[in-house]
């Protein structure tokens, strides 16, 4: 299925978007990655939507990646003996390991490792931030607080401690269940939760062993701190500006947004914006002014993809919410505007062999009247290369592997076909012109840029290009071999 747009539409699937019918609109509206989210529904609602997924991926012909979205620790208070209570601001208000049931006075904090990273003057944020603590004594079973911002506290509310680096693995019990189980079903991605340090993600794919890619969730600020670590053990990242804004200033999130973005593009890695994108139309058919232009600002950022939470997972309008998203990104990208942007923020040190063949080919396509880039690929990487330049003409990324097409179902620009192993190029330059014309990329009288690797099918082999007419019997005339 061809996409007139080269950034990524994510679509989270949820109770209103768990049918066959449903997520099949969903895929033909723009949804080009399909989140399963750990934290609702049973292993058996997932394997349901998974099945789903890769049936309407057969019958479409369409490589579609599944991104598993794991928990990680829920950090929550206990219950109230009234069920809720409202904090006054100036109040005291004590947090403890006791199990008795809250009072306006205290309640408990089942969680003795937080107790452990407290120190004098550190905050604590229950209910996303709405209640706010400042802690003025603790020790290893109590913290004793100001109530900085009061509100109404309920029983189980989550809360948020952003100032300091809790000694808590990213990976639950339960999520290391869930990592077993999403694993064995096949999916694509696997998002990680709660990532503080870069010995999270290590852990993490420990467990995975090699059966998807790992993509961290950037949500705290101690991931922001050790990002340029963090990205370097990671195969993708997701700016999950929810929770971002919870536990930073909101203020602080655009810029940090902008600078993530920019890195991950830098390093050839797949980033996702992510939360509150079309927030409204969880029960509006229309998007607010505002949610337009903050998709279009992660476009024009180049982010790969952007993403939909309870949008399409929960709300009223979830195949509106794609058809949405689909056309502001084909809008945006028609922007001369976005060309700049994008051509102005394209920073990269360029060391290997592979990185100026990619180059080269994106250069020949801006100056010739070249209609697409063919990239033979078997882990991904020259077409995460080719996707790093941002090239303006369509990246066909040609590989044998289908775990390989469903991953890069998730980067920008590119277009994933399924093709025979190959060892003779003349094939290869044949294959990539069949693919470009079949595709509705070119006609018989264009010309396409082919990059490939000599030996085939040995990675990160990336070495020869050429542009090649896309008629057949110019392929035979001017191919010696």
Not at 283 to 311: F, K, N, Q, W
Request: proline share 5%; glycine share 6%.
């Amino acid at each position: 299925m061809r996409r007139h747009r080269k950034v990524k539409i994510v679509a989270t699937l949820g109770p209103a978007s768990s049918d066959y019918e449903t997520i099949r609109a969903l895929h033909e509206a723009g949804a080009d990655v399909f989140r399963l989210n750990m934290s609702h529904g049973s292993q058996d609602d997932i394997a349901a939507r998974h099945a789903i997924i890769r049936r309407i991926e057969e019958e479409m012909d369409s490589p579609i990646a599944i991104l598993a979205d794991l928990q990680g620790p829920k950090l929550r208070v206990g219950a109230f003996a009234r069920g809720e209570e409202d904090l006054i601001e100036g109040a005291a208000f004590r947090l403890d390991l006791n199990e008795a049931e809250g009072d306006s006075s205290r309640v408990c904090l089942p969680h003795a490792e937080i107790f452990a990273a407290l120190e004098p003057g550190a905050q604590l944020l229950v209910n996303d931030g709405k209640i706010r603590l400042r802690v003025r004594d603790c020790g290893p079973d109590f913290a004793d607080c100001e109530v900085v911002v009061g509100g109404t506290i309920s029983n189980r509310k989550g809360v948020n401690v952003p100032d300091v680096v809790l000694p808590l693995a990213a990976l639950s019990e339960k999520d290391r269940d869930d990592l077993e189980f999403a694993c064995e079903l096949g999916v694509d991605w696997l998002a990680l939760s709660f990532v503080q340090r870069p010995e999270d993600v290590n852990e993490a794919r420990v467990l995975v062993r090699g059966r998807a890619a790992i993509m961290s969730k950037i949500e705290k600020p101690a991931a922001v701190r050790c990002f340029d670590e963090i990205l370097e053990v990671s195969d993708g990242i997701m700016v999950a500006r929810g929770d971002l804004g919870v536990e930073l200033p909101v203020q602080n999130v655009p810029p940090i947004q902008k600078r993530l973005v920019r890195k991950c593009r830098a390093a050839a890695k797949p980033v996702i914006v992510a939360t509150q994108m079309l927030e409204s139309m969880i029960e509006s058919p229309m998007p607010t002014r505002a949610e337009v232009s903050d998709v279009a600002t992660a476009i024009y950022e180049g982010a790969d993809a952007i993403m939909l939470s309870a949008e399409s997972a929960a709300g009223q309008y979830p195949v509106e919410a794609v058809t949405t998203m689909d056309n502001v990104a084909r809008e945006v990208e028609d922007d001369p505007t976005y060309r700049e942007v994008i051509e102005a923020s394209r920073r990269v040190n360029r060391q290997s062999i592979a990185d100026g063949i990619v180059v080269a080919a994106r250069e020949i396509a801006e100056t010739t009247d070249i209609k697409a880039i063919c990239c033979y690929t078997e882990s991904g990487t020259t077409a995460l290369l080719t996707a790093r330049e941002r090239p303006h003409v369509p990246i066909i990324a040609l590989t044998s592997l289908r775990a390989t097409a469903r991953r890069l179902a998730l980067t920008w620009g590119v277009h994933c076909v399924m093709t025979p192993e190959l060892t003779r190029f003349k094939l290869a330059v044949i294959n990539a012109a069949r693919a470009a014309r079949a595709q509705g990329y070119a006609e018989e009288s264009d010309q396409i840029v082919v990059t490939a690797g000599v030996p085939f099918n040995v990675p990160g082999t990336t070495n020869i290009l050429r542009v090649a007419p896309c008629k057949e019997s110019l392929i035979y005339a001017t191919d010696p071999g």
